[in-house]
């Protein structure tokens, strides 16, 4: 048998108020973006050039080179994967824009008159 305490405030007192918490919408997704596209290229090639500098150099200077292909993960902001991402999203950047009517979202040509007011 299962009992269940309810706890009343005693008579004449009111009971408090709880105000309804705000939700947040969930935020938009991961931005791997950088401010330019040659600075977004730059990354790579340094993320690219570690991995690839840290494997070529085992046979010269050992296993211990491969700490270096981690730092490739700074400069890449994540993986490879993220860095093509970010790429992807760099360029686009200001050329499209997701317009969303009655929950149907579609992605259309941004139209620069409107960001130049």
Known sequence: MNTVNIVKPPEGTKSP???????????????????SVPRHLARGVIGFGLIIGSIAMVPVAGP????????????????????????????????????????????????PAAKAE
Do not use: H, Y
């Open 17 to 35: 108020v709880i105000a309804p918490t705000e939700v947040k919408a969930p935020s938009a997704a991961p931005n791997f973006a950088s401010k």
């Open 64 to 111: 211990a080179t491969l700490l270096a292909a981690p730092l490739a993960l700074i400069a890449f902001r994540g993986c490879p994967t993220c860095w093509m991402v970010g790429l992807a999203q760099t360029i686009s950047r200001g050329r499209l824009e997701r317009q969303c009517v009655d929950g149907v979202c579609t992605l259309t040509k941004a139209d």
